[in-house]
């Protein structure tokens, strides 16, 4: 079955081969995807895919990504992502593979957080009118200028979302757990004008 889909996610490959893909994987370093590499990468994938249609590609990555999903088996889930960095790979704009230091949260509670991150995405994404949400919500101050589209826009916050729930996590407001896609995190403390906390 193993060596099926692999030859299955081989043979999509070559038909996309038309649009500047070579038939055969080229040689890219190897990266072990374990289930948490795995969910963080194939993550920003797929909100890559949901940007535009890829045609025959994006439904190889797809497939990628679903056989992925149902392995238990990291050197499988490694080869899966060499299908997808292969067919990925003629794309500018292909997420890169993150790596370097582990994440905070434990495996489940990174689930959680990447769920939220991606609706928070979504949402941004979606949201109607979006000339004029783009000429009045703006970037911090400090960074001056505007978001270059709703793409910008919603990456930005999908990306804070993400990192008030890491802090969340590290000062103990939120245990990871879900309320449905909603987390159960307590909010951090209102500072009064003078800089403090105000009592509880």
């Known amino acids: 079955m ?13 038909i996309s081969a038309s649009e ?12 072990i995807m374990n289930e948490k590499n795995w969910i963080k990468n194939t993550s920003e994938v797929s909100l890559w895919l949901e940007k535009e249609d890829r045609g025959d590609n994006g439904k190889a990555i797809e497939l990628s990504i679903m056989l992925g999903n ?9 080869t899966y992502w060499t299908a997808i960095r292969s ?14 230091r582990e ?41 001056g200028g505007a978001y270059a589209d709703i793409d910008a826009l919603a990456t930005h916050y ?22 449905g896609e909603i987390p159960t995190m307590t909010p951090p403390a209102v500072k009064s004008a003078e800089g403090g906390q105000e009592e509880e």
């Open 2 to 14: 193993r060596l099926c889909n692999y030859n299955l996610i081989r043979h999509l490959v070559g």
């Open 158 to 179: 999908a990306k804070q979302a993400y990192n008030a729930l890491v802090k969340g996590y590290k000062e103990g407001r939120w245990d990871g757990s879900m309320n």
């Open 70 to 78: 149902n392995s238990n088996d990291d050197d499988m889930r490694s």
């Open 87 to 100: 067919i990925g790979s003629v794309y500018a704009d292909f997420p890169k593979a993150r790596r370097g």
């Open 20 to 31: 500047g893909i070579e038939a055969d994987f080229p040689l890219l370093e190897v990266i």
């Open 103 to 143: 994440s905070a949260l434990p495996d489940e509670v990174e689930q959680n957080a990447i769920s939220v991150k991606n609706a928070v995405y979504a949402a941004f994404a979606g949201i109607s009118n979006q000339d004029v949400v783009l000429a009045a919500v703006l970037p911090h101050g400090r960074t």
